[in-house]
């Protein structure tokens, strides 16, 4: 599977921005998507993952109630609706797929990823 991540760029605090990513390659309904970012000398963090078969989704406390995952099963993509952004939220935004194993909140766990979308918010 490979992704492409697109959508990033930057904005001011309080703005929306929608973050893409389509898959080459078979998502099984089984996988989970994700969205990760990674700020200059931090760890990649978890943001916000969904099932790609049952639609249910899972958000970071900093993220929750301003972020918005979904995924369009037809055009093999998952997106991040992102509003009220903060300048906090800059990162570099990774969007990945989890086929299975242990905890999908971590980084490590996922199996093919996105080369990154830079996002960032001015005060």
């Known amino acids: 599977v490979q992704l492409q991540a697109s959508g990033g760029g930057l904005v001011q605090a309080g703005d929306s921005l929608k973050l893409s990513c389509e898959a080459s390659?078979?998502?099984?309904?089984?996988?989970?998507t994700g969205w990760f970012r990674q700020a200059p000398e931090k760890e990649r963090e978890f943001v916000a993952t969904?099932?790609?078969?049952?639609?249910?989704?899972y958000y970071a406390d900093s993220v929750k109630g301003r972020f918005t995952i979904s995924r369009d099963q037809f055009k093999n993509t998952v997106y991040l609706h992102m509003t009220n952004l903060k300048p906090e939220d800059t990162a570099v935004y990774y969007c990945a797929v989890f086929r299975r194993g242990g905890s999908f909140y971590s980084a490590q766990e996922y199996d093919y990823w996105g080369q990154g979308t830079q996002v960032t918010v001015s005060s």
């Open positions: 390659g078979r998502i099984f309904s089984s996988h989970i």
């Open positions: 969904i099932r790609w078969g049952a639609g249910t989704s």
